[in-house]
T-cell receptor, first 112, second 115 residues
Framework: GEDVEQSLFLSVREGDSSVINCTYT??????LYWYKQEPGAGLQLLTY?????DMKQDQRLTVLLNKKDKHLSLRIADTQTGDSAIYFC????????????FGRGTQLTVWP | EAGVTQSPTHLIKTRGQQATLRCSPI?????VYWYQQALGLGLQFLLW???????NRGNFPPRFSGRQFPNYSSELNVNALELEDSALYLC??????????????FGSGTRLTVV
């Protein structure tokens, strides 16, 4: 299977919370990231969590990490139409070789 | 502060030709990474350069090559282009070798189309 898996699509109504889920296979991952890609643009780092943390909050973003289940989630509170984008989960698999392993991305669509 | 810049934005080539893509990292960043984002396949790791040396290479054929210059800018060359090389090529840079929690900073990419 894939190193990092995400569901491909998520639709929510404006003002609701969005939860994007990610599972990974390698428990040695040290840093786990969430990136956002808007149409025609590169990837923007949204947030990351260190493997010894369970939760990290940054304004409207909350990252939850369940190391036992190798599950990472990104919650966006009060989702806005401007949040519509593709969200990528990425892990390092404990690598020191500069490589990140990305999921295929979740297309978030926010309806007004 | 200027971000990671890539050129050209779009590139159209014929099968069998060579393509050269360029990347300038953020000032002070010594590591440059290349990824291929093909439709439906997510991001695939191509190459990592640091201090002018190739440090790691993804599972791509040798016709994908590159280099890093003394000013830390980088070039990706794709020889003998095939139709399946059509993709968005993303360059990223980081302050230190590897990413150490700061993550990469990505450029906007070069859209390569092979016809």
């Amino acid at each position: 299977g894939e190193d990092v898996e995400q569901s491909l699509f998520l639709s929510v109504r404006e003002g609701d919370s969005s939860v994007i889920n990610c599972t990974y296979t390698d428990s040695s991952s040290t840093y786990l990231y969430w990136y956002k890609q808007e149409p025609g643009a590169g990837l923007q780092l949204l947030t990351y969590i260190f493997s010894n943390m369970d939760m990290k909050q940054d304004q409207r973003l909350t990252v939850l990490l369940n190391k036992k289940d190798k599950h990472l989630s990104l919650r966006i509170a009060d989702t806005q139409t401007g949040d519509s984008a593709i969200y990528f989960c990425a892990v390092d698999r404990g690598s020191t070789l500069g490589r990140l392993y990305f999921g295929r991305g979740t297309q978030l669509t926010v309806w007004p | 502060e200027a971000g990671v810049t890539q050129s050209p934005t779009h590139l159209i080539k014929t099968r069998g030709q060579q393509a050269t893509l360029r990347c300038s990292p953020i000032s002070g960043h010594t590591s440059v990474y290349w990824y291929q984002q093909a439709l439906g396949l997510g991001l695939q790791f191509l190459l990592w350069y640091d201090e002018g040396e190739e440090r790691n290479r993804g599972n791509f054929p040798p016709r994908f090559s590159g280099r890093q210059f003394p000013n830390y800018s980088s070039e990706l060359n794709v020889n003998a282009l095939e139709l399946e090389d059509s993709a968005l090529y993303l360059c990223a840079s980081s302050l230190e070798a590897g990413h150490l929690g700061y993550g990469y900073t990505f450029g906007s990419g070069t859209r390569l189309t092979v016809v």
